[in-house]
């Protein structure tokens, strides 16, 4: 976004340094100046009032010509006071424009990700000490056999150089590993969750069944009792 685009916070005090210049300034800056800085409608909803960081720049490079100094002075107001430092100051940019929300960090991923940042630097420093240590090793080993001084060199940084390719097909074999263990971990225990979701057992509540059941069963014993008697 270029600064022409950009919008500056009408601050009060910035209202104020710009009041007196409307009659003094060239007509289309300002008939922009009148524009911005008249008293907003009060039937329109609240909204920041701002100023173009552009009309800004028109102003302060007005008051630095010989018309805006001899203006100026006739009004007894400082020059200093409308450069762009001056003007800018104590106000905010585009302050009508949202932006998104602040999203704070999750401490259990930061934490893991502070573990495999550990790791990593772990592995790194083995695999310089694998590489140095079997060099050292190797000049200590060939030095016992009497060889010349180029040859002991060549063999250790022979030596140290198969190490050094083996550390680095282990540390990326290592990173792939890794890489590929987190999506698979991940949806292993999303369909986890929704198996055990799909298998929660549902609770039947047969209480209604089992007092209806009741007076019913007991109605019939009472029938059948009434209908023997006159029998016996």
């Known amino acids: 976004m ?3 685009e950009l919008n ?8 104020e340094t710009l009041a007196p210049l409307s009659d003094i ?11 911005k800085t008249l008293n907003p409608d009060l039937d329109l909803p609240p909204q920041p009032r701002t100023i173009p960081y552009s009309l800004l720049l028109s102003i302060s490079k007005w008051a630095r010509t010989p018309a805006g100094l001899e203006g100026l002075k006739a009004r007894k107001l400082s020059p200093n006071d409308y450069t762009m430092i001056a003007l800018l100051a104590g106000t905010t940019t585009s302050p009508e424009r949202s932006f998104p929300a602040y999203v704070a960090p999750d401490p259990v991923a930061d934490q893991k990700r502070d573990n495999r940042d550990r790791k990593a630097i772990t592995a790194l420093v083995n695999a310089v000490l ?6 050292g090793a190797t000049w200590w080993a060939v030095s016992n056999i009497g060889w010349q001084p180029e040859w002991k060199v060549l063999l250790s940084f022979l ?10 097909i282990l540390y990326i074999i290592w990173e792939s ?3 590929a263990k987190g ?12 198996k055990k979701v799909d ?22 014993r009472l029938t059948v009792g009434t209908d023997d008697d006159p029998a016996s």
Do not use: Y
Request: glycine content about 4%.
């Open 2 to 4: 270029s600064n022409a």
């Open 8 to 15: 500056i916070s009408l601050e009060e005090h910035l209202q």
């Open 25 to 35: 300034l060239p007509s289309d800056i300002s008939s922009q100046l009148l524009s």
């Open 130 to 135: 694998s590489v140095l240590g079997s060099g």
């Open 159 to 168: 030596v140290a150089a198969v190490v050094g390719v083996s550390e680095t």
């Open 177 to 179: 590993r890794k890489a």
């Open 183 to 194: 999506p698979r971990k991940a949806r292993h225990l999303k369909a986890a969750h929704k």
């Open 199 to 220: 298998e929660e057992p549902v609770a039947v509540d047969n209480s209604s069944d089992t007092k209806s059941d009741i007076p019913e069963n007991l109605r019939q």
